[in-house]
């Protein structure tokens, strides 16, 4: 019987945390879709932004590996959703010269000024989403 009830605790967190991402996701789309954003959108821009995946001194320059270890994407959809973003010319993509492999990821100016002026969009929604004040 006890197990039954912590195995059902666990259904409930597990359930609490589901419901949780699903509306801040949400709500974060709902701020940014005037800008011409989704969620994941800003996600990849904010670490761009923040240098957070950065592989270089510069903190300009990020791999999209690194970037994938940082967003909960796969590659491919990782990849697409980076050819959006160079399409709408808020990143540039360039080879890697050390590794033909490997691609870089850099924002463009037009990037982050559309990062900056979602940033406190994102982070509002983000505070009235995950505070339980």
Do not use: Y
């Not at 666990?10 to 359930?15: A, C, S």
């Not at 994941?40 to 821009?45: G, N």
């Not at 592989?55 to 590659?75: M, Y």
């Not at 973003?85 to 993509?93: H, I, N, P, Q, T």
């Amino acid at each position: 019987m006890a197990a039954n009830t912590a195995g059902a605790r666990l259904e409930d967190e597990w359930r609490d945390i589901l419901s949780v991402h699903a509306r801040t996701m949400c709500e974060i789309d709902r701020v940014l879709h005037p800008h011409g954003l989704g969620a994941s959108d800003f996600e990849v821009l904010d670490i761009l932004a923040s240098g957070l995946a950065a592989a270089t001194a510069a903190g300009d320059l990020c791999r999209v590996q690194n970037i994938a270890e940082k967003v909960h994407l796969s590659q491919s959809a990782l990849s697409r959703l980076i050819g959006r973003l160079e399409k709408d010319g808020l990143v540039e993509r360039s080879v890697c010269a050390e590794d033909r492999r490997g691609v870089w990821v850099a924002l463009t100016d037009k990037g982050r000024a559309l990062h900056a002026e979602a940033l406190p969009l994102q982070r509002d929604a983000l505070a009235r989403t995950l505070r339980q004040d």
